[in-house]
């Protein structure tokens, strides 16, 4: 069975970090390009970070620029997403989702498959 679970979401003050995990099951990851995305109730799904499998290219949205940070370990089947000076309106669900043919990095139409999600609140 082919899977993807995220872990490491939770409450954070405004400043605060948080490293989100993607772990597969199922499938080596290190075929996919695997991308991050958020869901703030009310608004649609938004990119928010990819890595390439190719050649480990990584895409980030301008509001997380500088803050968030992805990674992956191939030995341990997982990719990280590494967020820095969080902000209110980093609050959402995040999911991770792997694409066998690396496209539009933004587009959630172009992933195969998705995590469950995983709940990020920035909030005092």
């Known amino acids: 069975q082919l899977q993807l679970v995220e872990s490491g979401g939770g409450l954070v003050q405004p400043g605060g970090s948080l490293r989100l995990s993607c772990a597969a099951s199922g499938f080596t990851l290190d075929y996919y390009a695997i991308g991050w995305f958020r869901q703030a109730p009310g608004k649609e799904r938004e990119g928010v970070s990819c890595?390439?499998?190719?050649?480990?290219?990584?895409y980030y949205a301008d509001s997380v620029k500088g803050r968030f940070t992805i990674s992956r370990d191939n030995a341990k089947n997982t990719v990280y997403l590494q967020m820095n000076s969080l902000k209110a309106e980093d609050t959402a669900v995040y999911y991770c989702?792997?694409?066998?043919?690396?496209?539009?990095?933004?587009?959630?139409?172009?992933?195969?498959?998705w995590g469950q999600g995983i709940q990020v609140t920035v909030s005092s």
């Open positions: 989702a792997a694409d066998v043919l690396f496209g539009t990095w933004y587009l959630p139409q172009e992933y195969d498959f």
């Open positions: 890595i390439n499998n190719s050649d480990g290219s990584t």
